[in-house]
């Protein structure tokens, strides 16, 4: 919704005569009132904010938001929306939007709140009927906004967020436009809650008010329920099922929590969940505590957590649990191993009553099996000589290049090496390993790049690990042919 800067009118209604007073703020995108709420301002096509065609079917095009717990939302629990104007034609390459939110059962009050996370939006704040004033970025030329002290002033009741001069600039480009932002829902069960939003495909170069795609949406979100407290399953904690399931589990490794009302929404983590590159020890007001120490969540539903033991989790039997709002789980025990090692061999690689352990050539998308035997996977034997990758959770500590630790919860951003010692046999033959230890980019993720040895061609090769002495439990095989 490109604009050329104006200054904002604040319209103070005032018995008989509106007395006007200026607020000297730039802004970028549309007054307030623009997105489509019943009750306020027409579309901005129709305002004349904009000359060009509203909601054409032949443009193609379209706006959308994506919500990362569905279509609900938990009270007070902060949702980080993603806005995308897209348009297939040539002529659009400039995007802008506008979007708010309210309760289903009265359009003319606001829905919780927003907050800008970048510079490229900024919120708009509204007296109904009455003023504007705009809260932006104070820190324009970073990537993020330092400044948290910016909101809607006391009675400016009705918020807005929209694209800001630094968004619209930096994306500009064909095909489609993206802004981030948070939506802090209302802090109580407000009911259903509507989200109304308009976006603008517009012409490439210098802002014109002619040539623009205008499009509407509308969501209802209605609000998520705990249900009653969270309980786990009798034996419902077992290692990451799909490398290994063992009923015990170690500092670092990944574990699958299996009971009812552990979570009210359903989802996996997202960059806005993470800090940095540490992991969230609560996703949607969901916890665990293992050992009394908060675990890393990666994934929460009504019926499963998936969450990653703590570096400094003692070991023995430990008490683990799961809070929510509504209350906490009884403790479920379970023994904490030092290291409890598993390949990655999940039941979808069990061929001919044999399990295949998930190795992947270089390419990233050809599997080590015999060829055709998974519809739909790529696959084929490996060479003796040629390099596999092969991947594991639970093999205890790493050091990086300083010998320092990488803790569990930590997105890994350099190479490191296994603290144990490890070995990998096919059959009788020993593998070189040109790399053991955390993958790059990942959280809790072993990587073994690993050279096949010389060995006769065969499609069901025993593929074996010793990890610090001790002999990995599972009974793997892999595929080798000259």
């Not at 786990?232 to 799909?242: C, E, H, L, Q």
């Not at 951003?413 to 046999?425: E, I, R, Y």
């Amino acid at each position: 919704m490109e604009r050329n800067r104006k200054l904002l009118m604040v319209k103070l209604a005032v018995a008989v005569t509106a007395i006007p007073v200026l607020l000297w703020a730039y802004e970028y995108g549309p007054d307030p009132g623009h997105c489509g709420v019943p009750g306020e301002g027409a579309s901005c096509i129709a305002s004349t904010c904009h000359t060009g065609t509203a909601n054409d079917p032949n443009n193609k095009g379209g706006v959308s938001v994506v919500f990362p717990g569905g279509m609900t939302y938990l009270p007070g629990v902060n949702q980080h929306l993603t806005v995308t104007i897209a348009d297939p034609a040539a002529t659009q390459q400039a995007w802008g939007f506008q979007l708010t939110a309210r309760p289903s059962s009265s359009a003319a009050t606001m829905a919780g709140s927003f907050a800008f996370t970048d510079a490229n939006t900024l919120l708009m704040c509204s007296q109904p009927n009455l003023a504007v004033f705009q809260a932006q970025c104070q820190n324009a030329g970073s990537d993020s906004c330092s400044d948290t002290s910016t909101s809607c002033p006391s009675g400016y009741t009705l918020e807005y967020i929209e694209h800001s001069l630094t968004g619209f600039t930096a994306t500009k480009g064909a095909g489609s436009g993206s802004y981030q932002f948070d939506w802090i829902p209302p802090a109580s069960n407000a009911g259903s809650v509507v989200i109304y939003l308009a976006g603008n495909a517009g012409r490439p170069g210098q802002p014109t008010q002619d040539g623009d795609h205008i499009y509407t949406a509308s969501y209802t979100l209605t609000p998520a329920t705990f249900g009653g407290p969270p309980e786990i399953t009798p034996k419902g904690v077992v290692s990451a099922g799909a490398f290994g399931g063992f009923t015990s589990v170690a500092p670092g490794s990944w574990m699958e929590i299996y009971g009812s009302n552990l979570s009210a929404t359903t989802r996996l983590w997202a960059g806005a969940d993470f800090t940095g590159t540490q992991a969230p020890t609560s996703l949607d007001s969901v916890t665990v505590t293992i050992g009394g120490q908060a675990a890393f969540i990666d994934y929460i539903s009504p019926t499963q957590v998936n969450a990653q033991v703590p570096s400094s989790t003692p070991t023995g039997a430990q008490q683990m649990t799961v809070s929510t709002p509504a209350g906490t789980s009884s403790a479920f025990n379970i023994i904490v191993n030092t290291l409890q090692p598993g390949l990655l061999a999940p039941s979808s690689f069990l061929i001919g009553g044999k399990q295949y352990v998930v190795a992947q050539f270089s390419d990233g998308i050809t599997y080590v099996l015999p060829p055709n035997s998974i519809p739909g996977i790529p696959s084929r034997q490996a060479k003796p000589g040629e390099t596999i990758i092969i991947y594991g959770i639970g093999f205890g500590p790493v050091l990086d290049a300083g010998n320092q630790n990488i803790p569990a919860g930590t997105v890994v951003t350099a190479s490191n090496k296994l603290a144990n010692s490890f070995s990998m046999n096919f059959g009788s033959s020993s593998a070189t390993l040109s790399y053991f230890g955390l993958a790059p980019n990942f959280v809790g993720l072993y990587q073994f790049n690993v050279v096949v040895p010389s060995v006769a061609n065969n499609d069901l090769v025993p593929l074996a690990f010793k990890l610090n002495g001790a002999s990995g439990s599972q009974t793997l095989f892999t595929a080798v042919h000259n």
